[in-house]
T-cell receptor, first 106, second 119 residues
Framework: GIQVEQSPPDLILQEGANSTLRCNFSDSVNNLQWFHQNPWGQLINLFY???GTKQNGRLSATTVATERYSLLYISSSQTTDSGVYFCAVWSQKLVFGQGTRLTINP | KAGVTQTPRYLIKTRGQQVTLSCSPI?????VSWYQQTPGQGLQFLFE???????NKGNFPGRFSGRQFSNSRSEMNVSTLELGDSALYLC??????????????????FGPGTRLTVL
C-alpha cells in the first residue's frame, strides 16, 4: 500500500520563527490533506491540496504531485501553533503519516 | 453548519466488556469512516460506510464492527475489549470519498473523537 512519511518528527522553535514541514508519499494521489491535531485530539482541517499551492493566513501549503511531496509552511509561529501536524493521502482510505510534533516556545 | 459529532467523548470499560461508539456526520455527507489512534501505531483506518454499506475495511479483528443508518449516522462496536483497544477513536465524514472531480466532495472532516480506556 501507499506509504506516507513526514519530516521532521519533532520541531522546536521560538515564537516568531518560520517552519517547513514535509510530507513524502510513495505513489500518485488525487487527494492530500493537512491536519493540525489540537490538544484534545481533534483533527482540524488545514488544507485540501492534491496539487498546487494554497495560502490561509500565516499558513501555506504546496503539493508537487509529480514528485510526490507536499510542504506545509508556517510563518511567524505562535504558541497556539503547537501540536501535531499530519498529512494524509487518499488510497481507498486516508493513509496518515506519523506526524510532526511542533513546539513553539514563548 | 454543524460539524461531525461523536458520543460519548470519554469512556472507561473493563476487559471483556463491549462498547458502542456513535458518529453523526455533517449534514449532507453520506460517507463515514472510522480511525483508531494509538501512540504506538498512529492513525489507522478501521472501516468506511457509504449509503449504509461497508465499502472498505482495515486490518482489524472481527471484534471491531460497524454499521450506518439511513440518516448516515454510524456506530462502531468493539466486543470483548482488550487492554490494547485503549485508544482515541475518530470518525470522519465526507460527501462522496474517492471521486477526483470535485475537491469539495473528497475532503474529510473529523469529529472530536471518543477516548476509550480499557482497564
Amino acid at each position: 500500500g501507499i506509504q506516507v512519511e513526514q519530516s521532521p518528527p519533532d520541531l522546536i522553535l521560538q515564537e516568531g520563527a518560520n517552519s517547513t514541514l514535509r510530507c513524502n508519499f510513495s505513489d500518485s494521489v488525487n487527494n492530500l490533506q493537512w491536519f493540525h491535531q489540537n490538544p484534545w485530539g481533534q483533527l482540524i482541517n488545514l488544507f485540501y491540496i492534491p496539487s498546487g499551492t494554497k495560502q490561509n493566513g500565516r499558513l501555506s501549503a504546496t503539493t508537487v504531485a509529480t514528485e510526490r511531496y507536499s510542504l506545509l509552511y508556517i510563518s511567524s509561529s505562535q504558541t497556539t501553533d503547537s501540536g501535531v501536524y499530519f498529512c494524509a493521502v487518499w488510497s481507498q482510505k486516508l493513509v496518515f503519516g506519523q506526524g510532526t510534533r511542533l513546539t513553539i516556545n514563548p | 453548519k454543524a460539524g461531525v459529532t461523536q458520543t460519548p467523548r470519554y469512556l472507561i470499560k473493563t476487559r471483556g466488556q463491549q462498547v458502542t461508539l456513535s458518529c453523526s456526520p455533517i449534514s449532507g455527507h453520506r460517507s463515514v469512516s472510522w480511525y483508531q489512534q494509538t501512540p504506538g501505531q498512529g492513525l489507522q483506518f478501521l472501516f468506511e460506510y457509504f449509503s449504509e454499506t461497508q465499502r472498505n475495511k482495515g486490518n482489524f479483528p472481527g471484534r471491531f464492527s460497524g454499521r450506518q443508518f439511513s440518516n448516515s449516522r454510524s456506530e462502531m462496536n468493539v466486543s470483548t475489549l482488550e487492554l490494547g483497544d485503549s485508544a482515541l477513536y475518530l470518525c470522519a465524514s465526507t460527501i462522496i470519498p474517492g471521486t477526483s472531480v470535485l475537491s469539495s466532495y473528497n475532503e474529510q472532516f473529523f469529529g472530536p473523537g471518543t477516548r476509550l480506556t480499557v482497564l
